[in-house]
T-cell receptor, first 115, second 113 residues
Framework: NAGVTQTPKFRILKIGQSMTLQCTQD?????MYWYRQDPGMGLKLIYY???????DKGEVPNGYNVSRSTTEDFPLRLELAAPSQTSVYFC??????????????FGDGTRLSIL | KNQVEQSPQSLIILEGKNCTLQ??????????LRWYKQDTGRGPVSLTI?????NTKSNGRYTATLDADTKQSSLHITASQLSDSASYIC????????????FGTGTRLKVLA
């Protein structure tokens, strides 16, 4: 089982460049999430989606955009990369609402450096 | 403010020894509490999920406890192995608010041979 797959695994960007972080899941989960993990900090929610065509902002959405055209895919777009966006980005999915006993399934992350 | 605090920040133990990691939270209203294991360079993997009514849950050598009255949880690792070296993250979920999963900063465990 592939689970949640993120690409690329590593990327270096110059300030002002744009890129898309890809995330796909093969578990038919409705809920998908993007987090960033900075050293010494807990994961912070960037955007989330409760189903195809539905997205909403999380705690730290500035500088990012998302789309959810299919159940499987949830790409994260950086339009104008800034050094503050240097981080490790995790995509996750879950079968149902956080009130349930279903775990979130995480990808292995994209390590992004903005220079 | 909803917060999850973990202690210690880091821990070194010898292989075969037991250890206990702590998680205190101020999340309200509480839905459930999760422990995840995150290996270096990998994404978090779920170990246990406990609801308000559960006070113990095990997954192999991992046993989580929950005291909903004092808002404390612990993760006990028995007979540690080298492969237990990882970060352990406590996550509390709430049924209200936008950011429904509140993540702790983790405890970094190193098991030495």
């Amino acid at each position: 089982n592939a689970g949640v797959t993120q690409t690329p695994k590593f990327r270096i960007l110059k300030i002002g460049q744009s890129m898309t972080l890809q995330c796909t899941q093969d578990m038919n989960h409705n809920y998908m999430y993007w987090y960033r993990q900075d050293p010494g900090m807990g994961l912070k929610l960037i955007y989330y989606s409760v189903g195809a065509g539905i997205t909403d902002k999380g705690e730290v959405p500035n500088g990012y955009n998302v789309s959810r055209s299919t159940t499987e895919d949830f790409p994260l777009r950086l339009e104008l990369a800034a050094p503050s966006q240097t981080s490790v980005y995790f995509c996750a999915s879950s079968y149902s609402f956080e009130g349930s006993n279903q775990p979130q399934h995480f990808g292995d992350g994209t390590r992004l450096s903005i220079l | 403010k909803n917060q999850v605090e973990q202690s210690p920040q880091s821990l070194i133990i010898l292989e075969g020894k037991n250890c206990t990691l702590q998680c205190n939270y101020t999340v309200s209203p509480f839905s459930n509490l999760r422990w995840y294991k995150q290996d270096t360079g990998r994404g978090p993997v779920s170990l246990t999920i406990m609801t308000f009514s559960e006070n113990t849950k095990s997954n192999g050598r991992y046993t989580a406890t929950l005291d909903a009255d004092t808002k404390q949880s612990s993760l006990h690792i028995t007979a540690s192995q080298l492969s237990d070296s990882a970060s352990y993250i406590c996550v509390v979920s709430s049924t209200s608010g936008t950011y429904k999963y509140i993540f702790g900063t983790g405890t970094r465990l190193k098991v030495l041979a």
